[in-house]
């Protein structure tokens, strides 16, 4: 049989998961990253970051003389279908999920993927390839054979492929005929003592059954509902449940733009975003979620110094994040290097400490959550804010993570600036209103200090770093942090800057300036979606909503999106599914939409 084409570009990929694993599919239905036994594991599937044509890290269905494919989920379930079509007619469906559902009063997530195929018409001809790689790509399996399963045996741990299908066909990757319906699951190194087909078939039952509730009790707007749904599902696969962190995407080392080396791990949690994804999962209704991403953050701030804390952490805070190089991995489309950790953990990035409080806050004036703010988690918070407090002014690598320079960043003052307004704010809840009024001055002094520094008379407009001349995108970022209001002449003068400098076409990038990399080509889409939000914002919702629908549009095939994209040709580029860009168009979509009475009443 002809060997199945590499990847296609611009990452048309879907994502599977459970919230412990997570698999990319490309769209003939080829598992291209998996890691296991967690999100941010070894890639037993790496075939994404593999070269151009991978001869391991993948598991796919050949299906002889393919000429079609299809792909889509069930309903709004993370369970993706692919169809494979033939030119003589023939047909297989197949169908990947990873099990997760409610069993005995807990949810069961086990690191596990589940893929049936079966024969739609015709009959079909198919070869089933099934090859994981070890530590990166440097160690190939052993193999060993049982009576319904094939052992993959790597250093550190064992993979079991369990099947009903002939073995003999998968462990030497013959064609056969597929006449009745093939189950296989893929985990750890367990017995599966029941009947496969009948167990697949709960798992699938139970799984579908999951997500469509998860769903059903999801906060979505009147318009662009099937966009933020699917936006919704990005975050909860990106989400690890077992200590609520969410990274900020499945994948490591997908270049921001071609041969450019910005490569970088993404499957960490960036206290940065801990604020806007909270606020995108309170708006979301997505309450459990955002309770054990809060629990992550506060069992952080029991377990770090407040003055040290970092920009990035694990998924499990105690392991490492230590950069290093895969390698036995040629890269995206042989765009390396392959990064395994990120070295921004080690950076100085002073916007944290605002960005905790602000996702903390959450926990004082949400009366949803069984677990409430107190004063204990007030007492940690404001050690928090001191460093806000003090660090907010000093400088930093900022909200881009500069390798090569330092400055008294903006964006890292307004955030600091935000954090002690919100300990104002949650010290007046809980009745300290000495606490407050000390809070609230501080707040105030920094906010005289930026008002200051960060405004070029001669620019007439905001800068990125005080006493600078440069801007960036996160200066959008002001109104909806409440530090300036949208209409404030000072930011209204700084967006028609920002308008001229950064947008291109309907994106925007988020600076222009060279950095350690050189000029970054790129547009970072979330940006693209702060400006959607200031076009609402200064009064221009026609032109927003024109944008938005132009973003929506740049979404791959299954709705997802990356971090990057290229404003000439719509490429996407950079790690999926990106958790900020999702955030962002959750958030755009959400503001703009018509109300659920001007949809019903006025027409849609």
Known sequence: MKPASPPQANLDLAAIGNCIVASLIDRRGRHVWHCHPRLDAD???SALLNGEDPEAGFWDVELRGTVESRQSYVGNAAILVTHLSSAEGDEIRITDFAPRFKHYGRI???AQLVRRIEPVRGHPVIRVRTRPHFRYGAVPPQKMS???SIRYIGPDF?????????LA???DESPFVLQTPVTMTLGGDEVIADSLPSLARHYYEETLSYWQDWARYLNVPFEWQSAVLRAALALKLCSYEETGAVVAALTTSIPESANSGRNWDYRFCWLRDAYFVVRAFNRLGATRTMEDFIRYITNLLAIEPAPSLKPLYPIVPSTSAEETTAPHLAGYRSMGPVRVGNA?????QNDSYGSVIMAAAQMFFDERLPKRGDAALFERLEQVGNAAATLGVQPDAGPWEFRGHQAIHSYSAVTSWAGCHHLSQIAARLGFADKAHHWKHTAESL??????????PKLKCFVSAF?????DASLLLWPELGFIPPRDPRFLSTFDVIEKQLRRGTHMMRYIAPDDFGSPESAFTVCSFWYVNSLARVGRPEEAREILESLLASRNSSGFLSEDVAPATGELWGNMPQTYSMVGLIGACMRLSKSWEEGFWNGS
């Open 447 to 456: 906010r005289t200090e930026i008002l200051e520094r960060a405004w070029n």
């Open 158 to 166: 064992v993979l079991r492929l369990t099947t009903d299908a002939p």
């Open 108 to 110: 069961f997530r086990p």
């Open 43 to 45: 890639p037993v599937f």
């Open 146 to 148: 049982g009576s319904n």
């Open 344 to 348: 921004a953990a080690l950076q100085t």
């Open 169 to 171: 066909y998968l462990a």
């Open 467 to 471: 006493d600078g001349t440069e801007i």
